[in-house]
């Protein structure tokens, strides 16, 4: 760990992320390394191009005033941010409004962004290729920066936002149902409230989710003493089950 944290602070020095900082009256023990990346895809029909920015926060700049705030320390020195790192409260709905700033004249007509997750569409290869040329061209000119290396286009189905997007509809992303089908079953309020969690993310794909889930989200009351009951196991594993067969969601035609 103290290598990686050593060549990531140098990679943030030599690019003008970070500066040495001293006689600062607030200092952050901490570094936890956050990977960055770009993803892309294109359906069957050429309808969608999702892409996603690299470095993400770190291309909002922080007010000098505030960058004594984000001062970390480390084996080598202590350091401040110039430019948005990863952790700050207001960071994420601040990245949100800068996108929405950036492309506000193309969201809803030819893209669609969430973060740093961007869908180009269009109703053929044509216009869809012409779309992701102005969002490309936009981010030239506002000096967003895409990890071309991780760009993938023209592919069947791609991940977007925790789902599997196709020519066929939307559905759940396999690997995150795989995670949920080996959960063992909860022995604590604490398992009950991850678990449940997971399952309310893909809730819209199975019918009666809040019938089938009632004696689960029952132990979470109030002072409800903690008994995982017959019904609570045949609920746990009724969703399991539910979703490794989920159905797929489409547009109407």
């Known amino acids: 760990m103290k290598e990686l944290v050593r060549v990531e602070v140098m990679k943030l020095l030599d690019v003008g992320v970070i500066y040495p900082i001293s006689d600062n009256t607030w200092v952050s023990p ?114 967003l920066i895409l990890n071309w290396g991780k760009c993938h286009f023209m592919v069947r189905h791609g991940i977007v936002l925790c789902h599997l997007i196709s020519s066929k509809g939307i559905e759940v992303d396999k690997a995150k149902i795989d995670l949920i089908a080996m959960l063992p079953p909860p022995t604590s309020v604490k398992d009950i409230i991850s678990f449940l969690g997971h399952a309310h993310f893909y809730r819209r794909f199975i019918k009666d989710f809040s019938k089938i889930s009632s004696s689960l989200c029952h132990l979470l009351t109030k002072d409800m003493p903690f008994v995982f009951n017959e019904a609570c196991l045949k609920a746990f594993n009724t969703l399991k089950k539910l979703f490794t067969s989920a159905a797929i969601i489409q547009a109407l035609d």
């Open 30 to 143: 901490t570094q936890v390394p956050k990977k960055s990346g770009i993803t892309g895809v294109h359906n069957d029909n050429n309808e969608l191009v999702p892409t996603r920015l690299t470095t993400d926060y770190n291309q909002i700049p922080i007010a000098p005033e505030d960058q004594e705030n984000t001062t970390f320390t480390c084996s080598f020195g202590t350091f401040a941010y110039r430019r948005t790192p990863f952790g700050l409260c207001n960071a994420p709905a601040t990245f949100q409004r800068c996108m929405m700033s950036i492309f506000s004249d193309m969201v809803e007509r030819i893209i669609e962004v969430f973060m740093d997750d961007f869908s180009a569409f269009g109703n053929s290869l044509y216009q869809c290729l012409e779309n992701l040329t102005l969002y490309l061209e936009r981010c030239k000119e506002t000096n």
